[in-house]
């Protein structure tokens, strides 16, 4: 959008600096930035000839601008899930007005560790208005009249391998149509911190409890994960006692 301002005066200059009845100059300024949001500019100045001074015509003009606050929250139902375990995410675009934001849109991609539930929209991921893009996380929201919102859920599975590791889910590229004049609110974030509990259990047999002096017996030693999480480095020792020799046949 560009708005122009002139102004103009009558000016006595001539050819050969000939004081001219009737003569004019114009001065013309062009603006092509738009401030933020309501503005006034307004344009004067003197000029000189033959020691007297000149007033130039002065002109004012206020540049509107609409104004819409757009104000971006986010949250999971599930801050400290398990791996494997199904999450969601909600995002609220709230227009705080005073204007009505139209072409609103804004980007939700979600990060490694977790993994996007598409299921056609069916239960995810469901935009109370627009469109989502599963592949670049773009929300097209449209249109969002002054004090309504607009909400995404995305459903995700928190992904093995994760344990005890803090994910963070964070909106960009909020845009429309109109001048935001707070953008502190623009961006919404959410942490999930996956579980790093996992209960171990050991449990050993022996194929005969009553075996004679010379036989071969064999032990089974079993270490079961009961979960939820992932666990790694797991160590455990089997020294067998006096009494049997362990076979070792490399």
Same mark, same amino acid.
């Given at each position: 959008?560009?708005?122009?301002?002139?102004?103009? #005066?009558?000016?006595?200059?001539?050819?050969?600096?000939?004081?001219?009845?009737?003569?004019?100059?114009?001065?013309?300024?062009?603006?092509?930035?738009?401030?933020?949001?309501?503005?006034?500019?307004?344009?004067?100045?003197?000029?000189?000839?033959? =020691?007297?001074?000149?007033?130039?015509?002065?002109?004012?003009?206020?540049?509107?601008?609409?104004?819409?606050?757009?104000?971006?929250? #986010?949250?999971?139902?599930?801050?400290?899930?398990?791996?494997?375990?199904?999450?969601?995410?909600?995002?609220?675009?709230?227009?705080?007005?005073?204007?009505?934001?139209?072409?609103?849109?804004?980007?939700?991609?979600?990060?490694?560790?977790?993994?996007?539930?598409?299921?056609?929209?069916?239960?995810?991921?469901?935009?109370?208005?627009?469109?989502?893009?599963?592949?670049? =996380?773009?929300?097209?929201?449209?249109?969002?009249?002054?004090? /309504?919102?607009?909400?995404?859920?995305?459903?995700?599975?928190?992904?093995?391998?994760?344990?005890?590791?803090?994910?963070?889910?964070?909106?960009?590229?909020?845009?429309?149509?109109?001048?935001?004049? /707070?953008?502190?609110?623009?961006?919404?974030?959410?942490?999930?911190?996956?579980?790093?509990?996992?209960?171990? /259990?050991?449990? #050993?047999?022996?194929?005969?409890?009553?075996?004679?002096?010379?036989?071969?017996?064999?032990?089974?030693?079993?270490?079961?994960?009961?979960?939820?999480?992932? /666990?790694?480095?797991?160590?455990?020792?089997?020294?067998?006692?006096?009494?049997?020799?362990?076979?070792?046949? =490399?």
């Amino acid at each position: 959008m560009r708005s122009s301002l002139t102004s103009a #005066k009558r000016s006595p200059r001539g050819r050969s600096g000939i004081l001219r009845a009737l003569a004019w100059t114009a001065l013309c300024v062009l603006v092509t930035t738009l401030p933020a949001a309501a503005t006034t500019i307004q344009n004067s100045g003197t000029g000189s000839t033959n =020691g007297s001074t000149l007033d130039l015509t002065n002109a004012t003009v206020t540049l509107n601008r609409d104004v819409a606050d757009l104000a971006v929250a #986010k949250i999971v139902d599930d801050a400290t899930p398990d791996e494997g375990q199904t999450i969601q995410y909600t995002v609220t675009v709230t227009n705080n007005g005073p204007e009505e934001a139209s072409s609103v849109v804004l980007t939700d991609l979600l990060p490694a560790g977790v993994t996007l539930i598409d299921d056609g929209g069916l239960t995810s991921p469901i935009p109370s208005q627009g469109t989502y893009n599963t592949g670049t =996380g773009l929300w097209t929201v449209g249109t969002i009249a002054n004090s /309504a919102n607009a909400t995404l859920v995305l459903r995700a599975t928190v992904d093995a391998g994760t344990s005890g590791d803090t994910i963070t889910n964070t909106t960009s590229g909020l845009a429309s149509d109109q001048f935001d004049t /707070a953008t502190g609110n623009d961006v919404g974030s959410v942490d999930i911190t996956v579980n790093n509990d996992a209960d171990l /259990a050991v449990a #050993k047999i022996v194929d005969d409890g009553t075996p004679d002096e010379g036989q071969t017996i064999q032990y089974t030693v079993t270490v079961t994960n009961n979960g939820p999480a992932q /666990a790694t480095t797991v160590a455990l020792t089997d020294l067998l006692p006096a009494g049997v020799t362990l076979i070792d046949d =490399g």
